[in-house]
């Protein structure tokens, strides 16, 4: 084989890699009835790449599926309330504004809208951070904060590459239930692996 058959090989793998873990994400929300379901197949969407971003590319992809599964389903499923719970807040919040319209009112879209984007940004980190780090669920969600706020660049790195592969997925949507998610869990998981690692060594040269 020659290396410009060995890459295509290697291209089509890793294509095949992403279509297989995105339809066992699917396949594994409807399992749990998609309310209990998304989050632990999203938790073992990430630890499943983040394995792969570690240079584990050949892994049992549904056993190690699987066995995130199982391990993390009542955590994620409390951090799923978590996040559930501040998108009501949020939802709440605007319906009270339009409810109760008046000028002093209207001042609140600003704090409002500034929270919902700390808290888009705070999303991108929670499940990278969840797999990441061995710890509890009040310490993850600590953790997620704190490096979402000390690593802009990366969090604007998320955002550049995302905008470009929605407009990607736009122009052929199939793509969006093929490769949605798994594009999305990589994106996220490897920019976020890359803030971790710094705040890591910032940590350790500070000890």
Do not use: Q
Not at 29 to 35: A, C, D, F
Not at 107 to 136: E, S, T
Request: glycine share 4%.
């Amino acid at each position: 084989m020659n290396s410009t058959s060995g890459f295509i090989y290697s291209v089509l793998e890793w294509i095949t890699r992403f279509a297989y873990v995105n339809l066992l994400w699917i396949v594994f929300t409807l399992t749990g009835g998609i309310v209990l379901g998304i989050f632990p197949a999203t938790v073992s969407l990430f630890a499943v790449i983040r394995k792969w971003l570690y240079g584990e590319a050949d892994i049992p992809v549904f056993k190690s599926f699987w066995n995130f599964y199982k391990k993390d389903f009542i955590k994620s499923n409390l951090l799923g309330l978590f996040i559930s719970g501040l998108v009501i807040l949020i939802g709440i919040d605007f319906l009270f504004i339009e409810v109760n319209v008046n000028d002093l009112l209207r001042l609140a879209y600003l704090p409002l809208y500034i929270f919902m984007f700390l808290f888009l940004l705070f999303f991108f980190y929670i499940f990278p951070a969840f797999v990441h780090y061995d710890l509890k669920l009040p310490k993850v969600i600590k953790n997620a904060f704190l490096v979402m706020l000390i690593s802009p660049i990366h969090s604007l790195l998320i955002i550049i590459s995302l905008i470009s592969i929605y407009f990607i997925i736009e122009a052929v949507p199939a793509l969006a239930f093929i490769f949605g998610a798994s594009t999305y869990a990589f994106i996220t998981m490897w920019l976020c692996l890359n803030a971790f690692s710094i705040v890591e060594r910032k940590g350790k040269r500070a000890k």
